[in-house]
């Protein structure tokens, strides 16, 4: 059995660059092939605590499910599966030289818009449980 990790963090408002990317078909295709949902346009942003950091800086070190362009200008992304208040949902990790954000926010997508589904706004904490990779099935 796999201890529940769990990441902590302050809903805090993006940069307004998420729903460009979550309505590009393929990002649209390969998030349903293989996260199981169609992407909300945007994302939730969350600034991960002090005490979350180092599970943070864990994560990033993992391989995650990988959302390759056809187009090599455009960014391949990592995304890990989590859990959100019951909600299944990913945390996408771009690669270092688009990271358009420091190294505490994350960027979470979801099938719905989060800030409704959750009653949440900026300022709110939020806990998020990283779903272990189901390896039995690849």
Known sequence: MHNHRVLTGKVVSGVNK????????????????????RPYP????????????PELEALRKETGIGLIPPDPAFCAAKTLLLDIEGVTAAMIIP???VNVH????????????????LSIEDGSTVSVMIKEPDVSGE
């Open 95 to 97: 690669s270092e030289d």
């Open 18 to 37: 998420a729903s460009f990317f979550t309505q590009l078909d393929w990002v649209q295709e390969q998030c349903s092939e293989k996260l199981g949902f």
């Open 42 to 53: 945007g994302t939730l942003n969350l600034e991960i605590s002090e005490e979350s950091l």
């Open 102 to 117: 420091g190294k505490n926010i994350v960027e979470i997508l979801a099938p719905l818009r989060l800030k409704d589904a």
